[in-house]
């Protein structure tokens, strides 16, 4: 909870690039379609990866050894 931009932002908030926005919304969109297929129908754009982080953030404990991908500023990792 309180993880993503929406819950987090005061409602009075004005976007300042509606376009993103839109692609960002579009993309979670499609996100929920795949979560809903079966498992096994489901695309893996990062297969075995459960954790990841931005570079932009502190690395966390977690994050040890080589990234099973990198994808722009986000790597991701295989911990579980």
């Known amino acids: 909870?309180?993880?993503f931009a929406l819950s987090?932002?005061?409602?009075?908030t004005i976007?300042?690039?509606?376009?993103s926005f839109e692609r960002a919304w579009s993309v979670a969109n499609i996100a929920l379609a795949f979560w809903s297929l079966p498992p096994q129908l489901r695309p893996s754009v990062v297969p075995r990866a459960?954790?990841?982080?931005?570079?932009?953030t502190p690395v966390p404990?977690?994050?040890r050894g080589n990234p099973v991908a990198r994808i722009g500023e986000h790597?991701?990792?295989?911990?579980d």
Do not use: C, R
């Not at 987090?8 to 009075?12: H, N, Q, R, V, Y």
């Not at 459960?50 to 932009?56: C, M, R």
């Not at 790597?75 to 911990?79: D, L, M, R, V």
């Open 61 to 63: 404990d977690w994050a």
């Open 1 to 3: 909870p309180g993880q």
């Open 15 to 19: 976007l300042q690039e509606v376009d």
């Open 50 to 56: 459960d954790h990841f982080f931005a570079s932009n």
């Open 8 to 12: 987090t932002m005061p409602k009075s």
């Open 75 to 79: 790597s991701f990792y295989h911990i």
